[in-house]
């Protein structure tokens, strides 16, 4: 019986808090003991989430550091968790996604003879630099672990032509929709901040709002350049109001308030927690991002997004008509936002990731099998 055996579940950024919190909360009504180990690979990105979900994490490894490398941080991380390893008796991690801190805990518990279960597992774009170094996180993470959630049949198919067994494999639809159920109920009872109250003296909302967001490696240097160039005409040639949360990463600061700073129309501001830049985006006709997780969210809301990136591991938006491919072509990143500002949002009945009960399904999935 599977009844008391020792589940952790493992995170490490705020993505991860926001995509697994609903997850460890399905865990806790469950009949395992479950415990939460956060690497903080993000820590106050991290925090935010961790203090809205109120999760309270059972071991905190606390491993952020300014301007550390990545082989650093998995050198941390491996020696962090491997201690939880000897000091604890784990008999399932779940770790999610394509982060550094899932491989490497992904790692750490195969070379344990832990069980590993991979959420959000099965996205691919095949180019080990696009996105990097998330591509290959995900790649190693799914060659290690025992269980796949794939959060739709595409990247179900993926997995089953990389070997893994079936029997496997589970389509969960993205515990992301589950987590945004949760939000958006909280928002609409009349969530407010001094962010929020900030925005509203200084953005006018009733025009359209185009939301951005920018943090990949493989676009730093000159796809920033022309990303700013392209948000630069964007602004100037149409009655909207822009809202850039900046990225802390100085390659993406520098870049962002030489060219945009001066704008009236261009608000460029802090990182914001999730809640807020949940808020920010039910409000938003369009978003320019070269985020996975908005290509995930904004279908909800009916926003479409500009995705830029020259590929995406989330083909299923694209395909729905959600998300739209627009690298950093300055011209195509111009021409696509006049294209969509003239339509009304996409149909929100349109979601290709799921209804929101994603976490139920990973639960059921280990009460109907021996593990």
């Excluded at 009655?239 to 261009?266: A, C, G, M």
């Excluded at 979601?351 to 929101?356: A, C, F, K, L, R």
Aim: hydrophobic share 40%; net charge positive.
């Amino acid at each position: 019986m599977n009844e008391n055996k020792n589940v952790l579940i493992c995170i490490g950024t705020r993505p991860e808090a926001i995509k697994m919190a609903p997850v460890y909360f399905q865990f806790l009504k469950s009949d395992y003991n479950t415990k939460l180990c956060v690497t903080a690979q993000h820590r106050g990105l991290l925090d935010q989430v961790l203090d809205f979900f109120k999760m309270k994490p059972d071991f905190d490894l606390d491993l952020m550091t300014p301007n550390q490398t990545l082989n650093k941080l998995s050198s941390r991380i491996l020696e962090g968790i491997d201690k939880i390893f000897t000091e604890n008796k784990i008999d399932l991690v779940l770790v999610h996604g394509d982060t550094t801190t899932s491989s490497v805990i992904a790692l750490a518990a195969f070379n344990r003879k832990i069980k590993v279960a991979h959420v959000e597992a099965g996205l691919r774009t095949y180019n080990k630099q696009s996105p990097f170094p998330e591509e290959m996180n995900r790649q190693l993470t799914g060659r290690l672990a025992d269980f796949h959630f794939a959060p739709g049949e595409t990247a179900s198919l993926n997995l089953k032509k990389e070997g893994v067994a079936s029997n496997n494999i589970l389509v969960t639809g993205n515990t992301v929709i589950d987590a945004l159920k949760t939000t958006s109920a909280i928002l609409d009872q009349g969530f407010k901040n001094t962010v929020i109250q900030d925005l509203k003296e200084k953005v006018n909302f009733n025009k359209k709002i185009i939301l951005v967001t920018g943090h990949r490696r493989e676009n730093f240097g000159e796809g920033f350049e022309s990303i700013c160039n392209a948000l630069v005409r964007i602004a100037k040639e149409n009655d909207v109001e822009l809202i850039f949360p900046v990225h802390l990463n100085p390659n993406v600061q520098e870049v962002v308030y030489k060219r945009l700073s001066n704008l009236p129309n261009v608000h460029l501001i802090a990182p914001l927690d999730y809640p807020t830049f949940i808020w920010i985006m039910k409000k938003s006709h369009l978003i320019i991002s070269d985020s996975g997780g908005v290509q995930e969210e904004a279908p909800t809301f009916g926003v479409p997004v500009l995705v830029t990136r020259t590929v995406t591991e989330r083909q299923e938006g694209v395909t729905a008509g959600c998300s739209f491919l627009v690298g950093t072509n300055e011209v195509l990143i111009v021409e696509k936002t006049k294209e969509l500002l003239s339509k009304s949002k996409v149909n929100k009945s349109i979601n290709p990731y799921g209804e929101g009960d994603a976490s139920r399904k990973i639960v059921d999935f280990f009460k109907n099998r021996t593990w």
